[in-house]
C-alpha cells in the first residue's frame, strides 16, 4: 500500500505518554485510527529502548490493519525494526542522507524546518515531506525552537513543493487560522491524545480546519 503523506490527509497526530491521561498507547492510538487519522507519528523521550519497540511493534499492527501511516520520531533504529511507514528526523540528526543510507528507498523520510533556508536545504537532499514550524509556542517538545509563525507557512506553501506539515501549538482554537496560511495537514500533540473524547475532537477539530480552506 503506497504510503500516506501529508496533504494526502488533514491531520498528523503524535503521541506522547505523559499527556494522555493515563491511558495506554494502545487505548490513544486506537481511539485516533477509530475517528479516522492516517498518520501517527510515534514520539517518546522518556522510555527504555526496549520498551519503545514493543510500542512502535503495537503501533505498527494498529496502524497496518486500519490503513494509516506510522511514523517514528527520530530512531531510524525503531524505525527500521518496527517496520515503519517512515521516520522523522530534526535538524540536529543525522543528516538526511546518512538516514536514507540506512533506511532504503522505500520508507519516507520527515524533516523539521524553521527557515526557508532549511527548506530549500530539505528539498535539495530528498525529503519526502517537510515539518513547518513551530507555528505557535509549544510546551510538548523540549528545546524547541523559538514559533516561526505565519511568515514561514506563507513562504513554505508558496515556494515549496513537497508535502509539508504544520506543526507547534496548533489546537482547534487556531487550527482555523492556519488552514488560512496554507496548511493542509496539520500536526496535533496535546489537543488530540489529552483530549477526554478523542474521536469528538479530532471531528472538532477537522470541522474547525475546514473552515480556514
Not at 506510522?70 to 542522507?97: M, S, T, W, Y
Not at 513537497?162 to 482554537?173: D, L, N, R, S, Y
Request: aromatic fraction near 4%.
Amino acid at each position: 500500500m503506497p504510503v500516506i503523506l501529508p496533504g494526502q490527509t488533514d491531520i498528523y497526530a503524535l503521541t506522547d505518554a505523559r499527556l494522555s491521561c493515563g491511558r495506554t498507547l494502545e487505548t490513544v492510538v486506537s481511539a485516533l485510527l477509530g475517528a479516522g487519522v492516517k498518520i501517527i507519528q510515534y514520539r517518546e523521550k522518556h522510555m527504555k529502548s526496549g520498551e519503545m519497540l514493543e510500542e512502535c511493534r503495537l503501533m505498527r499492527r494498529l496502524t497496518r490493519e486500519a490503513g494509516a501511516c506510522f511514523i517514528v520520531d527520530d530512531h531510524v533504529d525503531l524505525a527500521i525494526l518496527a517496520e515503519a511507514d517512515g521516520v522523522h528526523i530534526g535538524q540536529e540528526d543525522f543528516p538526511l542522507p546518512a538516514v536514507r543510507q540506512l533506511v532504503g528507498p522505500k520508507m519516507c523520510i520527515g524533516l523539521s524546518t524553521h527557515s526557508p533556508e532549511q527548506a530549500r536545504a530539505a528539498v535539495a537532499v530528498g525529503a519526502d515531506y517537510i515539518g513547518a514550524g513551530p507555528i505557535f509556542a509549544t510546551k510538548t517538545k523540549e528545546d524547541v525552537v523559538a514559533p516561526v509563525g505565519f511568515d514561514y507557512l506563507d513562504w513554505v506553501a508558496a515556494n515549496i513543493s513537497i508535502p509539508f506539515v504544520a506543526i507547534g501549538g496548533i489546537k482547534e482554537h487556531n487550527i482555523t487560522d492556519v488552514a488560512r496560511h496554507g496548511a493542509r495537514c496539520c500536526a496535533l500533540v496535546s489537543e488530540l491524545v489529552g483530549a477526554p473524547d478523542i474521536a469528538a475532537k479530532v471531528q472538532a477539530v477537522r470541522a474547525a480546519m475546514q473552515r480556514g480552506m
